[in-house]
């Protein structure tokens, strides 16, 4: 496995130096995709989420819709993974994938599509969608086995039931796949990270007294594109708008002495995401006592519970170091996985991690977050740290100094 600190490689492929090796990548994900499902006893799994095509197939759906069903990739646990495109985008998948080649066929787009096209229609499409995964999967044999889905609405749910296919959850079998990185994955979360970072200098660099939070916020986009983000999401929130916690993408408020400024900065690179929070403190004036202390406590559980990881370690030792238990603060106070999607396998909060814990390994991603209001409830601090899980500890990735001021 790849060395440890060994943010290496650029981006860019060489004919002189071997960097990512994407053939590399898209194979080991696919052998890693069949254990899971031989664990699972699976014959075959379908897949309808942007982020497990990708793993599976190493496509990039050029318009990724949530909760429409526009494309859908089926495995046979034996076979080559057969995807289908929605009509418009499959041309140009053609020549963007040709490792698929012979493998691409137009989809039938479900989702939200009923209410526009009528119930008449609908089932129509329905029956096409079937028949298409359904031949692929007599053709290889597995039709009469258990069939896992990633993801189901009202409709493929009663489609599948009339059916009589032995479907079950496939979710669980591909989180189970993705929970532990590939050298080549491990690489691009390191790359990923170093453009957090990036992303981070440059709201230090204009977070200034009188610009507004949607001003900082453009140019983090800006940075994260310039860079080879493919997509990038967050959140950027200041002064009284960290406590109660403000969930937006900067708006028009204007940064004034003495605010906090909160960003969660989640940036995509070739798939895989960043989950990295700092808070910085605005303008000349000192800190307030109520400030250091408040991200002192945050800081102090963050690297609690980071120090207490390594492999072999079960997740309900880790959330009782830096985590206390209960909903009010649920999604501010967590540990969850990290990779092509935000919110992966394992979640690390004491609510769930004492009754079922989950035993860390080595090359798990993980993000822990931690947030702590000011004493006098007036602005709060976050602050959030992408790792590595080692053998004997973790390595974090996200190397962005916190604002000293605060320290």
Not at 198 to 204: E, H, R
Not at 257 to 272: K, Q
């Amino acid at each position: 496995m790849a060395k440890k600190g060994f943010n290496t490689f650029t981006q860019m492929g060489k004919d002189w130096e071997q960097g990512i090796n994407f053939e590399r990548l898209r194979r080991e994900r696919l052998q890693r995709t069949r254990e899971a499902m031989a664990h699972d006893g699976l014959g075959a799994i379908v897949v309808l989420r942007a982020e497990n095509i990708r793993y599976i197939s190493g496509i990039r759906s050029q318009i990724q819709r949530p909760g429409r069903y526009s494309y859908y990739t089926v495995l046979p646990i034996e076979g080559d993974p057969v995807h289908f495109e929605i009509g418009g985008d499959l041309g140009r998948l053609k020549e963007n994938a040709p490792w698929m080649e012979g493998r691409l066929f137009a989809a039938f787009p479900l989702g939200d599509n009923g209410p526009m096209i009528g119930e008449a229609a609908e089932a129509k499409t329905l029956d096409q969608w079937y028949e298409q995964i359904y031949k692929v999967l007599k053709e290889n044999g597995v039709a009469n086995q258990k069939i896992g889905f990633d993801a189901v609405n009202f409709e493929t749910i009663n489609k599948l039931q009339k059916s009589g296919l032995k479907f079950v959850d496939g979710r669980k079998t591909m989180f189970d796949a993705r929970v532990i990185k590939t050298r080549d994955e491990l690489e691009l979360c390191f790359i990923t990270a170093t453009v957090a970072d990036a992303c981070f200098q440059k709201i230090k660099d204009v977070a200034q007294v009188g610009v507004k939070e949607s001003e900082v916020w453009g140019e983090v986009v800006k940075t994260a594109f310039v860079l080879g983000a493919e997509n990038i999401s967050g959140i950027l929130t200041s002064g009284g708008r960290t406590n109660p916690y403000y969930r937006l993408m900067g708006s028009d408020k204007i940064l004034g002495p003495g605010d906090l400024l909160i960003s969660d900065v989640l940036v995509n690179i070739m798939g895989y995401w960043s989950c990295v929070v700092r808070t910085f403190l605005i303008g000349s004036k000192p800190a307030t006592s109520e400030q250091k202390a408040a991200h002192r406590a945050a800081y102090e559980a963050l690297y609690n519970g980071i120090n207490a990881c390594k492999a072999g370690v079960t997740t309900d030792k880790v959330a009782a170091k830096f985590i206390q238990e209960g909903f009010e603060t649920f999604s501010l106070n967590i540990g969850h996985g990290l990779g092509l999607s935000v919110q992966e396998e394992p979640v690390v909060h004491p609510t769930y991690s004492k009754e079922f814990p989950f035993k860390l390994k080595a090359n798990m991603q993980l993000a822990f977050e931690t947030f702590v209001a000011t004493a006098d409830g007036r602005q709060g601090v976050r602050l959030e740290e992408d790792f590595i899980v080692t053998e004997d500890g973790v390595e974090v990735i996200t190397r962005y100094p916190f604002d000293e001021r605060l320290m």
